[in-house]
């Protein structure tokens, strides 16, 4: 009787490698890794950069690769006792790969002068507007974090309930979907001018922006979810004697939350697009705004440092999205490609 | 395969058997279905009485509408014409004490199984006081070490027996069976049907199941009703005296299966 359990907790792995052990294969890669690293620095520290220019950071940023070199060179060690280190075998890989990029990168900017300039700075000239314009850039996270936040959870939120409305009642469904139907697919962007008019400030019509672009794909997925649960499911909680407010809250919403994920990642990814057209056309604080701003002033590094930063929230936030879905679907793991 | 197996000595928790189930009566009840604006009838003018912890069995051809009359009973659709009385009051709805175990299981795939059994307690907000029930339910279908799984890590059999101990624990007077075995293989079918009696043997409901297949009806129930090919009529009434338990190669079943091959016009092959 209890085949089917037994086989899914022992399903065997499948064999990696036919040579080294974990620990050594793990020591190898992180060594290799950290000697990649070291020729970043090497490559900064001693190859003088082109004559005429004169970038503020070349040490530093030597200095930053080769401690991160001595890093991986102690994680390799360490990892030979400590199984919770090995992970840097996986990344081993990528490690290499980004120490030949960025040791390309450098070599043909401040070493060779073979990019032209401004536009295309060296490493060291962004890790420069980093240290430099600390203050400005975190405060643009900040701005751009507390904008996105509040606009998607407001979206989010009001998505989730009109679609949970639309798929359970009749009547709601009859009002609500010609409207959807008719204004849901356009741009959040097209009502932007109109916004910056009618909304009291340009923060708050961002807001809107952002949580309108964010509640029509959670709606409409949200909708589709909830209209799609097996009606077999309502028959079963009705004869035990479910009332309605127990249908919607234990039946339809439970069964219609991997459609809703659907529509959260939907309505992120819509929501960052936004969030930068807002910032930049409206709101004078932000990553968009900075964005906007050192492109103005032909500030490239700049320009390439908020973009980074911007690429890391952005992935942070889907990441942690895809977090909670783990959790929240962990029930999916049986039934679908996890 | 564990049989369930409560320890004899233990009495149902929630029941007071012997005879704790409901009356039914179904009187002249006619069912028609709208195809696309063609009447379709399904049932036509069924009468029946089944008495307090009676196990009786519709058995009819596929798609004859045993199952619409379950859902009738059940309370989920109203009937087009008669009545369906329980212990003399019209049934005017779904009821916890008349519960259906579906042909499918149909499990929340987002609950274990300890959460799906508990599902009618929590529907009703009994769960709180009375969780001791989900464990007695599952001990009687005999999966007290299955509570945290979810469904898909069960076999066919264990989900049914899932679907069950869902409908026991809500202590029904009632059982509605829709071929609840009809999806099992043979083997788990066998077993889960020794099963079945044993628990309407101990726990005392009102038994009323819906199968085609010819065997298990007589097998199990003390009552076989013979219903014709759609519009479903009552053809004939097989009454089926022999004690619990039964044994499947019984000569008396062998008669009254043929009688019963007879009424549905399949007798040239026995």
Redesign the interface.
Known sequence: ?????DE?ASRPRPVVGPIASPPARSLIGGLAAAAAWFGVAAVTSFWPDKPESDWAYTDDFAALSGALAVALALAACAGVWFAGLQRVRRLAPWLIALALFFGAWEAVTAKLGLLPLPFFPPPQAILEVVVDDRTRLIACVLASFRLLATGYCLGAAIGFVTGVAIGWSRLVNYWIHPVLRFIGPLPATAWLPLAFFVFPSSFSASIFLIALATGFPVTVLTWSGVAGV?S??Y?????????QR?LVL??AI??A?PHVFVGLFMGLGTSFAVLVVAEMLGVKAGLGWYLQWAQGWAAYANMYAALLIMALLCSGLITLLFRLRDRL?S??K??VRW | MVVAAAPAERTHPVSNHPRRGTTLTIREVSHRFDLEGQPLPVLDRISLRIDRSEFVALLGPSGCGKSTLLRLVAGLDPPTAGALLVDGEAIEGPDPSRVVVFQDPTLYPWRTVWNNVALGLQARGLLGTHRERVEDALRLVGLTGFANAYPHQLSGGMSQRTALARALVNDPKLLILDEPLGQLDSLTRITMQGELVSLWERVGFTALLVTHDVEEALFLAGRVIVLSARPAQIRAEIVNTLRYPRHRGDPHLAELRREVFAHLGLDATW
Do not use: E
């Not at chain 1, 009787?1 to 359990?5: E, F, G, Q």
């Open positions: 009787m209890s085949s089917v359990v899914v097996n077999a499911y028959d079963i909680a009705r004869t035990l004697g479910a009332s127990f234990k039946v439970p069964a939350m679907l029930w999916q049986g039934l």
